[in-house]
């Protein structure tokens, strides 16, 4: 799954780079990244190529959302399901 940012492209790549070493992250949101995904999850995000990601993915409210919008969330949330990822902790980690 690529990132949807530079942001958590770069906190994954933290993560990622400190699960490798085996040593943990000092900081938020990496932290906890690190100990909620695996080492292969976190590569996925990690290698996505920033060159057209937005610096940051702006902030959306569900009233806002076309029915389009959330079928494509509700997709999005049963694969963070599949991969053992409590959503709540990713979006709230992804807000920063």
Do not use: W
Not at 33 to 54: R, V
């Amino acid at each position: 799954m690529p990132a949807k940012s530079k942001a958590q492209q770069q906190a994954m790549a933290i993560a990622y780079a400190s699960k490798k070493s085996g040593k943990t992250p000092t900081r938020e949101p990496s932290k906890s990244i690190a100990k909620s995904m695996s080492k292969s999850q976190l590569k996925d995000f990690a290698k996505t190529d920033t060159k057209s990601l937005p610096d940051k993915v702006a902030d959306y409210k569900l009233e806002d959302m076309s029915d389009l919008d959330l079928s494509y969330l509700e997709g999005v949330i049963s694969k963070f399901a599949e991969y053992g990822i409590d959503p709540e902790l990713f979006l709230k980690h992804n807000q920063a």
